[in-house]
């Protein structure tokens, strides 16, 4: 048995990359900003979000991220329902659309790591999974501070429901 307290100096490596999922439930979305301003009304189920009523066409929410530095973004996924027909606004078409941005905290410059865009016409009642795969890793940077925002456009009535987002990476270090 083991007893003895032990001190490393360094980082300790893996021999071969592994990889890592950071699973964003919707309930950490909260509404934009401007959301009091427009009217819009949402909802929280158990396992997803949607919006009741949708009048000025467009409803943005956001959540923080806490990505591990050093690790390289590999892939984002989008869990949602087309669940039309059992809302009000069944006859319409709809669409979304999820970015994983980044604010650098040093420079004070921002951007889009990577993008999913979802138009969606029919119902099947199934929770799918719309999947990005980056052609080129995006490098996490201690330095920044990362985020989603997900935003729907022409849905109401639960047509639309959002179960989350999964953000995969690579890492080669471990961590604590």
């Given at each position: 048995m083991f007893t003895q307290d032990v001190t490393t100096q360094g980082h300790y490596k893996y021999a071969a990359p592994k990889?890592?999922?950071v699973r964003v439930h919707a309930r950490a979305f909260?509404?934009?900003?401007?959301?009091?301003?427009?009217n819009v009304?949402?909802?929280?189920?158990?396992?997803?979000?949607?919006?009741?009523?949708?009048?000025?066409?467009?409803?943005?929410?956001?959540?923080?991220?806490?990505?591990?530095?050093?690790?390289?973004?590999t892939k984002l996924s989008l869990h949602y329902m087309d669940a039309q027909g059992q809302g009000t606004n069944?006859?319409?078409d709809f669409n979304a659309h999820l970015s994983l941005r980044y604010f650098d905290q040093v420079t004070g410059s921002?951007?889009?790591?990577?993008?999913?865009?979802l138009i969606t016409t029919g119902i099947d009642g199934d929770i799918k999974t719309h999947e990005y795969t980056l052609p080129v890793g995006?490098?996490?940077?201690?330095?920044?501070?990362?985020?989603?925002?997900?935003?729907?456009?022409?849905?109401?009535?639960?047509?639309?429901?959002?179960?989350?987002?999964?953000?995969?990476?690579?890492t080669t270090t471990v961590q604590p």
């Open positions: 990889t890592g999922k909260a509404p934009g900003s401007w959301f009091t301003s427009r009304d949402y909802y929280f189920d158990n396992a997803y979000l949607y919006l009741e009523d949708n009048p000025n066409g467009t409803a943005r929410f956001n959540a923080g991220v806490d990505l591990p530095a050093g690790a390289v973004v069944g006859d319409d921002e951007g889009n790591v990577a993008s999913i865009s995006h490098v996490v940077n201690e330095n920044r501070a990362y985020g989603l925002r997900f935003q729907m456009t022409n849905c109401a009535g639960n047509d639309l429901r959002f179960y989350g987002v999964t953000i995969e990476y690579q």
